[in-house]
């Protein structure tokens, strides 16, 4: 072990004992401590720290709250997702008389997907306070996106204090979406429409060489040998087959298209929202 590590391990302890004693909290920077065990990425230390505040201030709502928000906080920037969320559900009250604090939390219970929390909290806060703060207007509207319930006719996406990142997050959600629905209904009326409309080009080629090509096998089968041949049937089995499949093709495609078109959106989201949350920590 070395010098830094007994020196340290010397000064947690000698802070564990102080927690315990009746001394003033002005007697110690507890603030500063911290800060400096976050720093050099110390993640047991601080946490041990931690845990030993909320034992002190147990009692004291307030108090408590901020040091599991602090805990959240750090243990999500270090990655550790499920313990952030822990001591994130453990918070008893929202933060109704600091912005700071509250904006903390809000941006918290988006990244850990509490959003039934998140609308929560902001319904409460505004109750108390009697106005939305911009970063209460923007999480709505992040909400929304990620709980698939914004609508083109919804007039928060309209909002002025909408930030530019995720308004341009909104425009692709709303706009370039592809309808599995309208990608089916395309290739029913020419094979190979609907993957052309989701952007697969290639695979629209093909699939609309290989209908005309059954297509015209069909024709000349039945002009030539006749609807109860052989060759007619096994080439209308196939046709059916490839223009069905096709369709159903062109549907799933949209649908994996949507689907990871929005789990794209989701993720810039919960980038724009951990960037938030490191000026909380820096």
Do not use: W
Request: glycine share 2%; with cysteine; proline share 2%.
């Amino acid at each position: 072990m070395n010098l830094r590590c007994i020196v340290l391990i010397i000064n947690i302890l000698s802070f564990c004992l102080f927690l315990e004693s009746d001394a003033q909290p002005s007697t110690i920077d507890t603030i500063k401590f911290s800060q400096y065990l976050k720093s050099n990425h110390l993640i047991n230390e601080y946490v041990f720290l931690n845990k030993q505040l909320q034992q002190k201030f147990y009692y004291k709502t307030n108090i408590l709250d901020s040091l599991r928000l602090e805990l959240s906080s750090f243990y999500y920037q270090n990655k550790f997702i499920d313990s952030s969320h822990r001591s994130l559900i453990s918070i008893r009250e929202p933060f109704y008389n600091s912005n700071k604090l509250n904006h903390q939390y809000l941006d918290l219970l988006i990244l850990n997907k509490e959003y039934n929390k998140a609308e929560q909290n902001i319904k409460e806060v505004y109750q108390y306070n009697f106005a939305k703060k911009t970063y209460q207007i923007n999480s709505e509207l992040a909400i929304k996106i990620l709980n698939r319930s914004l609508s083109t006719t919804d007039t928060l996406a309209k909002n002025t204090l909408i930030d530019p990142t995720l308004n341009d997050i909104q425009n692709r959600y709303v706009h370039k979406a592809k309808s599995p629905i309208i990608a089916g209904l395309y290739s029913a009326f020419v094979p190979g429409l609907g993957k052309l409309y989701v952007g697969y080009k290639y695979q629209a080629f093909t699939s609309f060489i290989t209908n005309a090509l059954l297509i015209s096998q069909v024709i000349e089968s039945y002009s030539k040998v006749g609807v109860q041949s052989p060759r007619f049937i096994i080439t209308s089995a196939l046709f059916g087959a490839f223009y069905s499949g096709n369709i159903i093709g062109s549907y799933y495609a949209a649908k994996k298209n949507k689907i990871d078109h929005y789990k794209q959106l989701d993720e810039e989201i919960f980038e724009y929202y951990n960037s938030d949350l490191l000026k909380f920590n820096n």
